[in-house]
């Protein structure tokens, strides 16, 4: 297949894109390198057509949607309190670069788009866990723009018969995941503090909790939701997650014991807005698409360590 992964020096867009080449895809990738990181794609660095552009650059997409069959639509500012400090911009590149992505897709006759969806959506309802058929909740400018691109997806399914797939991503780690921003996810910060010997701060009581999802369990989803067939998965939502949550607290004891850290985290104000609990039923993407998350929590976290523990030592760049 010809894939266009939009995003594809971020974390997740990397990990897709490794993959697309190990299957013997042909693969395009995109990304304004604003929080991508070309090094993320060195090991498939002659084997991709690389391209440094805007998503919101109409002219552009056109040109790298030629020919292509599967998109998998993974740029965005991802940060929710990013966009809380600065609505416009990230509105900008969440929405604006959806529909850009969208509309050239639909005047290039691109197949299907897979989209990054997030489980922001479901905001701050107590309900656990989170199923599909829940209404929406979005608290932050963030969860409404990524939800806004779930309704783009579903209208271009509805009126242009282009075919569409929302995966709602729950908290997402592994390799390749930027470590050095204030807006990094929890578990990079978290094991790049410890493996330095440094404390690493709780915000709030370290109760809440998250359904952590290994990145080879989201790769593995998006392949699926861009082979499934399109009278099942076309137009729908789905969560991708484990189905299992676990606390911030549960999680630094284990993370200090594979990394051998011996002190106590430090306790911070707890963020605003933050979501307490968070845990998904993945039972209809495992119904509708065959979906089974192949690498535990531990497991995910062990492999993760490993990783960081050898670009520490290589002196990796893990500004993403
Ligand atoms: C949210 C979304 C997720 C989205 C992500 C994008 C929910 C449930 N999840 O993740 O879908 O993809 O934003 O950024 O809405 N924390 C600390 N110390 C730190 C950093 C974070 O204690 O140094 C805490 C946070 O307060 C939070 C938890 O760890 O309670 C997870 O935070 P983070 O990794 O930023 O992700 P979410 O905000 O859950």
Known sequence: MRILITGAAGFIGSSLAKRAVAEGHSVIGVDNLITGNRENLAAIDAAIDFRVADIRNREQMQELCRGVEIIFHEAALPSVPKSVLDPLTSHEHNVEGTVSVLLAAKEQKVRRVVYA?????????????????????????????????????????????????????????????AADSPYSGVLAKFITSLLQG???????????????????????????????????VSGKVYNLACGERHSLLDTFRILAEMTGFAGAPVFGAARNGDILHSLADISLIAREMGYQPQVNFEEGLRRTVAWYAEALKMQTPLSI
């Open 117 to 177: 969806a997030s489980s922001s959506a479901y905001g701050e309802s107590p309900t656990l866990p989170k199923h599909e058929a829940m209404i929406p909740a979005p608290i932050s400018p963030y969860a409404v723009q990524k939800l806004t691109g779930e309704y783009y997806m579903q209208s271009f399914q509805r009126v242009y018969g282009m075919e569409t797939v929302c995966l709602r991503y729950f908290n997402v780690f592994g390799p390749f995941q």
């Open 198 to 232: 440094e404390a690493p701060t709780i915000f709030g009581d370290g109760q809440q909790s998250r359904d952590f999802t290994y990145i080879d369990n989201v790769v593995d989803a998006n392949f699926l939701a861009a082979t499934a067939p399109a009278d099942v």
